[in-house]
């Protein structure tokens, strides 16, 4: 199910926000930060590039087509530091991709938890920023 | 920990130089750098600041069963440097609406959006590391995010006179004590603190004071003196944690960058 956002509690309101969700270099006001998508399928490509790798994911649809997805990940110098390579995903391999979705594109969306074909987390993206911090304080 | 490296393990141990021990640390009987001997010190017996840092932001696992994988760590003050502040930022007038358009487009004018380079002292709550080189007459700040550089001139000269606005400005250092101030005039009149947009511009005057608490420790105090974006001066500190056994890793912004993409539909 998904919910839109105002660009404006989007925007601020990121500290609400409970659900892991991987961190980008920007506000991320391009995606629906409360929508959520989840996409099972099998890695097409990865982009182990800076500033954020990206996966792409055939899934199929409720029609029976096949959709590819594209998913935003941190950055692959984020990633290693987690553990990760640049062969951690290969083309073929089956993931299970939960993340929330691009608010104009149908088939993007920025990822905030990865498993693999057994359901073992290989990704999650943080809940620390988004706590709730009452001493929060939109600007005056 | 265990867990994470079981879940990676074969990838963490072939990384480059991920893992491989910084020479010269304080250890533990473990092996592990003692984050808590004391700061060490410059052969003139001050401070010294040198190695990688990153917020201190404690790192957290999800696990699901037996396997545990680390969450990101990202420093709020990402979002707002002023986070920590009772009242927020005391922004201008001319500041509230600059925030607000911003606002308005989802910050994606945020230079940072667009690949631009990390401005301090935004940088130093980024999702890269720094690295310090401190050297008698001058600290060299190196940051991952676009492989950028800054100066801190310790050599008692005096900040330029009416300089050309630059992102990180023109920076000199001094010791108080224990404590390095950095002070830093000349930065642009378009910069961003933060994610949603508090500015910084050409008419202020930063400080930084910094206290090395122990080895693994930094806190930096932030005052900005900035007339044209705040009703008054300001100050925030922030925790910086000692990152060692690692090593910098390049992120170069401008190589695939695909965000700016989804704004412009």
């Known amino acids: 199910m998904r919910t839109r956002l105002s660009p404006l509690s989007a925007f601020v309101g990121l500290c609400l926000v409970l659900v892991p969700s991987a961190w980008a270099h920007h506000s991320q006001s391009e995606y629906d930060l409360r929508g959520k998508v989840e996409v099972e399928g099998a890695v097409t490509k990865v982009e182990w590039r800076s500033p954020h790798a990206w996966i792409y994911v055939d899934a199929i649809n409720d029609k029976g087509g096949t959709v590819n997805w594209s998913f935003e990940l941190p950055s692959p110098v984020t990633l290693m530091r987690r553990g990760w390579t640049r062969d951690s995903l290969k083309p073929g391999d089956r993931v299970k991709v939960t993340g929330a979705p691009a608010k104009n594109f149908p088939t993007i969306a920025i990822a905030n938890f990865i498993t693999d074909s057994s359901g073992k987390p290989l990704f999650t993206g943080t809940t620390q920023i988004h706590e709730p911090e009452p001493e929060s304080k939109e600007p005056r | ?265």
């Open chain 2, 1 to 265: 920990m265990l867990l994470f490296v079981l879940v990676t393990g074969p990838a963490v141990a072939r990384a480059q130089w991920l893992n491989y021990p910084t020479p010269g640390i304080p250890r533990l009987a473990n092996g592990a750098p003692n984050l808590k001997a004391p700061a060490p010190r410059t052969t003139e017996g001050k401070p010294d600041f040198s190695g990688m840092w990153f917020a201190n932001v404690p790192s957290r696992d999800f696990c699901k069963e037996k396997d545990c994988i680390q969450e990101e760590r990202m420093a709020r003050e990402q979002i707002n440097l002023g986070i920590k502040l009772k009242d927020g930022l005391p922004y201008t007038e001319w500041s509230k609406e600059q925030m607000k358009t911003r606002r308005a487009n989802g910050g994606r004018e945020d230079p940072h959006a667009y690949c631009m380079p990390p401005n301090f002292p935004r940088a130093w709550t980024l999702p890269q590391h720094s690295r310090i080189v401190q050297t008698p007459g001058m600290m060299v700040v190196l940051h991952e995010f676009n492989a950028a550089y800054r100066e801190v001139y310790l050599d008692g000269r005096p900040l330029p006179v009416n300089p050309n606005p630059t992102w990180n400005g023109y920076s000199t250092g001094h010791w108080e004590g224990d404590t390095l101030v950095i002070e830093t005039n000349g930065i642009r009149d378009d910069m961003w603190l933060d994610i949603q947009g508090s500015p910084v511009t050409e008419s202020a005057r930063v400080t930084e004071r910094l206290k090395r608490v122990n080895f693994g420790l930094m806190q930096i105090e932030i005052a900005v003196n900035d007339p044209k974006a705040y009703t008054k001066p300001w100050s925030v500190t922030i925790e910086m944690a000692l990152i060692a056994d690692t090593q910098m890793l390049e992120e170069i912004c401008m190589d695939n960058e695909k965000d700016t993409r989804l704004y412009k539909k």
